[in-house]
C-alpha cells in the first residue's frame, strides 16, 4: 500500500467514525423510533469506517480496472495509417543524367560545400543558397533519390514531401487541386504535375516572361483581319 492510499484510507475510515460516534450520541439522547433510527445510522457509519480501510482508493481502483497485472496502461492498438497515393507523371529529369548512381556510385562522397566544376556546373543554385546545398535534398549515399529533414528516402516521384517540408501552405494547396495542376475522374482518382514540372528546383522562382502581343480579332466571313 502506498503512502498517499493508506492515508486516503485512514481520512475516510476516520470520517465514518465520526458518523458513527454521532449516531451513537443521537442514540443516546433519543427514544422510541428516533433511537432505533439513530442507532441505524451508527451501525451503518461503522460497517462503512471498516471498509474504508480495507477498500481500495480511486488510484488502485483505475489501476485495478484500467492496467493489466504488469503495471502499464492498456493501449489501443493504432490504426494502420492510410496513404493517399498520389499518381503523377516521370519527374522531369535531364535525358542520360538517370539514374545518378551511374556516375556517383564509383566516386566517393564528398560532402563540402563547394562550387561545382567537374560536373553539374550549369546548374544555378537560387533557392535559399545562403543555407541549402545539394546533400541538403540529395541523399549522400544513393544519389538516385532525395531525403527528407529526418532522413528518410524518397524518390524523385515524391519530390512533393521534400518540398512541403518548408512550404507546407503550397503542399496543402497543392494537395487540393488549388495550387498546380490536378486533373481528376469521376470515380475520384485524381492525378497531379510534381512541383518540378513548373519550378525549376535549384531556382523555382519565375523568371520575367516577355509579354506576347495580342491576338488578332476574328475577322466576319469575307472580310480580312484587322
Request: aromatic letters at 4%; charged letters at 25%.
Amino acid at each position: 500500500m502506498s503512502g498517499r492510499n493508506a492515508e486516503w484510507r485512514m481520512q475516510n475510515a476516520e470520517c465514518q467514525m465520526q458518523n458513527a460516534g454521532c449516531g451513537l450520541h443521537a442514540a443516546g439522547a433519543a427514544t422510541g423510533p428516533l433511537r432505533a433510527r439513530a442507532a441505524g445510522f451508527a451501525r451503518g457509519a461503522a460497517v462503512a469506517a471498516l471498509t474504508a480501510l480495507t477498500a481500495c482508493s480511486p488510484g488502485e481502483h483505475y489501476a485495478r480496472t484500467h492496467l493489466p497485472a504488469s503495471g502499464t496502461r492498456k493501449l489501443a492498438p493504432k490504426a494502420a495509417a492510410v496513404v493517399e497515393r498520389v499518381e503523377v507523371p516521370p519527374p522531369p529529369i535531364t535525358e542520360g543524367l538517370f539514374p545518378c548512381s551511374g556516375c556517383h556510385a564509383s566516386m566517393p562522397v564528398n560532402r563540402s560545400r563547394r562550387p561545382l566544376t567537374e560536373m553539374h556546373g550549369d546548374i544555378e543554385l537560387d533557392h535559399d543558397e545562403q543555407h541549402r546545398w545539394c546533400l541538403d535534398c540529395h541523399d549522400a549515399e544513393d544519389r538516385d533519390v532525395l531525403h527528407l529533414a529526418g532522413g528518410e528516402r524518397v524518390p524523385f516521384e515524391e519530390s512533393y514531401r521534400l518540398c512541403g517540408q518548408c512550404h507546407g501552405e503550397k503542399l496543402r494547396d497543392w494537395r487540393a487541386g488549388v495550387h498546380g495542376r490536378r486533373t481528376g475522374q469521376w470515380n475520384g482518382h485524381k492525378g497531379y504535375l510534381l512541383c518540378a514540372h513548373c519550378h525549376e528546383p535549384h531556382r523555382p522562382r519565375f523568371r520575367p516572361i516577355r509579354p506576347e502581343p495580342a491576338p488578332l480579332r476574328p475577322a466576319a466571313p469575307g472580310r480580312r483581319p484587322e
